[in-house]
């Protein structure tokens, strides 16, 4: 067997052979570039900095310019859409982390290979929503169940300091302990297994190499899908007591969770689906506060996302009727300021059109005989809950 060649390094003035670690520039670009050492990157950056113009101009010609902001040469971290309005101070903190292999003895949703939820497109808009039996009911029971565990343990991680991709990793090995596949995974080649959304984002956040700071809001979306059936759940979180202190996050957080609190209550046979919203909009106005229609909760069953569609708004147009056996989530996005949203050019991140914040919380319901089963509700030992409005304090 032939030994592999030793490179050196090509720092200016180096001499050393190089290790594993390139430049992420000459990377994106496709072209090898080895250094020793973080350091000896670092001393050489300005020098090097330049061969990617040359670079760039050469293959500038043969492929469309992609912009991307220099990654910093200490961390190797950028920002992939330097050139997007960002509507608030949130940005987007790339390279995103390799995708988190799942077990073949783990059993994946049709779309795990491909993307493509193709059974769910089967059923889309037909109205016919699906009454579970008492064993399917068993069987979102334990799912949901499990995404409980899995939120709580993820959200006792959401601390200063603490990345999203980390929090990602807790969420994906949290599952696979639990024999489930962590359902966004590629859903919609959606490239995370949870999705995390901070501060101005509404929902959709993909995890990345950004920490945490105090003073931070996150929103930790977990769904599991375990022994055929998918079980989904949210919440909003306070990172730091700086968070807890701010009278507008507390205010926005709050009122998100009393809404989800309010629209549940409403739960049982005969429900119109159009109720919901009216219950939340209006609690939400009496907070100074907006609702989100761009997304909505849904039907969840054997399908992630399915029939029926229920909006969180006042005075929607949804048709249909909560009956016995039925399973839905409700899960209200309350913002501060408008209720617009605006889309991150990776297709996935929703952020609100002026930046102010937004808190979501969700839970997976079954709709019983005389009323409803909370099926992701809180455990003793649950983490977050509610907290009251700061007091202001005078200097
Ligand atoms: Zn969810
Ligand atoms: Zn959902």
Sequence with gaps: MAEVATRKCIGVDCEKDAGSLQCPTCLKMGTDSFFCSQDCFKRSWSEHKAIHKTKSNILSNLFPPKVVSEPDPATGLYNPFPTFQYTGSLRPVYPLSTRRPVPKTIPH?????????????????????????????????????????????????????????????????????????????????????????????????????????????????????????????????????????????????????????????????????????????????????SVVKSYCGHGINQLFHTDPNIPHYGKNKAVGTAKPGMCFTIEPMINLGTHRDRTWPDDWTSTTADGALSAQFEHTLLVTEDGVEVLTARLPDSPGGPIPMPVATQN
Excluded: W
Excluded at 203 to 228: A, K, M, S, W
């Design 109 to 289: 949703p049709d779309y795990a290979k491909d993307g493509i939820p193709r059974s769910e497109q089967k059923y889309f808009g037909r109205n016919n929503i699906k009454i579970l039996n008492k064993e399917e009911q068993e069987g979102m029971r334990k799912v949901c169940r499990l995404a409980r565990e899995v939120l709580d343990i993820a959200a006792r991680e959401a601390k200063p300091g603490v990345t999203t991709d980390y929090i990602d990793e807790v969420v994906h090995k949290a599952c696979l302990e639990r024999d489930s596949y962590p359902s966004p995974l590629n859903y919609m080649h959606f490239p995370k297994s949870v999705c995390t959304s901070v501060n101005e984002t509404i929902c959709h956040g993909i995890p990345d190499q950004r920490p945490l700071e105090d003073g931070d809001i996150i929103n930790i979306d977990v769904t599991l899908y375990h022994n055929g059936f998918h079980g989904d759940i949210n919440e909003t979180y306070y990172v730091g007591d700086n968070a807890k202190a701010n009278p507008d996050a507390v205010r926005v957080v709050e009122t998100s969770r009393e809404c989800l609190d309010k629209s549940i209550e409403l739960v049982k046979p005969g429900m119109l689906f159009r109720d919901p919203g009216n219950v939340i909009e209006k609690h939400a106005k009496s907070r100074n506060c």
